[in-house]
């Protein structure tokens, strides 16, 4: 799939794990090995998963049971054996990255082997720029590439617009893409088919900005339910209720309500810097190791919001993050 690039640590680490799961797949299953087969999670259900073929995921799935102790995601690399009806999932390969969602204070991972989060803004509902940092720093964290989506660009003079291009300004100088589409119109929709191709993404951001409509523009006869905008102002109701895996040339978008929302999450506060790019290598300058960054003697951050080389948004976001995970 996505051709990603993967620093030398994480290579060794993916190696040596790659080296135990195989290890324990002969242990486990002297005698299967080799009618086992690759594949690739697409919904998990309790203790039964789906899975498809990585090389043709637009094939049947198959519904798997699980090995015991064995948690595959959505986005999961398995290997698995088919028996009867139901196939048995037998291990799951190292992952790549992972979107983790905090419940109750515990923190699940819901999909993993993400290569890009497609961060989907609006005119309306109005944008959080900490949200979309929020996003943005999750994206850095996991090694996943990061895509700005802007949608309902066919929306006119909504007083959202300025949110939207201030976001698009900050977030485009920094390196993100940025791409303007609209579900209704269809404009930009074909750069952001070649966008998703060979590649594994997901699709988040606030409940109405047009998530289900983008996959329904994008895959059509594909029933993503789209929810009306209350009447009550611009806030979304959101209706989509299981995970829903969609093809597309070597890759994927996976769909799933317990990531288009709230998925993303940050992890702890002592890495959290790191998934802000233009504000990491200037932390490493400040006089203090332990600065916070706020009113500290010698802080690198804000003197560089003072000169104006950085927006004093993003520290606040990060502050906002840190203090309120
Ligand atoms: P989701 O909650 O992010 O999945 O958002 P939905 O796809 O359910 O869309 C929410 C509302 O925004 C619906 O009323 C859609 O018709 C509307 N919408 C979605 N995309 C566009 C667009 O490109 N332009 C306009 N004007 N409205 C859109
Ligand atoms: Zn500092």
Sequence with gaps: MAKRRLS???RRRIGTNRERALERLDTDNPDHVSTERAGLVTARYGREADVVDPEHPEQPRQRCYLRTHLEPVVGDRVLWQSGGRRGVITAVAPRRSVLRRRDNNQVRILAANIDQVGI???????????LVDRFLAAAELE???????????????AAGRQAVDAICASHGALGYPVLRV????????????????????????????????????????TDATVGALSDSGAKGRHTTTTARFYPVPGGAVIDSPGIREFGVECPDPQRLMAGFIELAPLAMQCRFRDCAHREDPGCAIVAAILRGEVDPRRLVSF????TAP
Excluded: W, Y
Aim: charged share 15%.
């Design 319 to 322: 502050h906002q993050l840190r």
């Design 120 to 130: 989907v803004i609006a005119p309306e509902p109005e944008p959080h720029a900490n």
């Design 8 to 10: 030398l640590q994480q």
């Design 182 to 221: 609209s579900a209704h119109t269809g404009a930009g929709i074909d750069e952001l088919r070649a966008r998703l191709s060979g590649q594994v993404s997901i699709f988040c951001g606030q409940s109405g900005v047009g998530k289900s409509s983008l996959i329904n523009r994008l895959f059509p006869g």
């Design 143 to 157: 090694g996943m590439s990061a895509l700005i989506l802007v949608n309902k660009c066919d929306l006119g003079s």
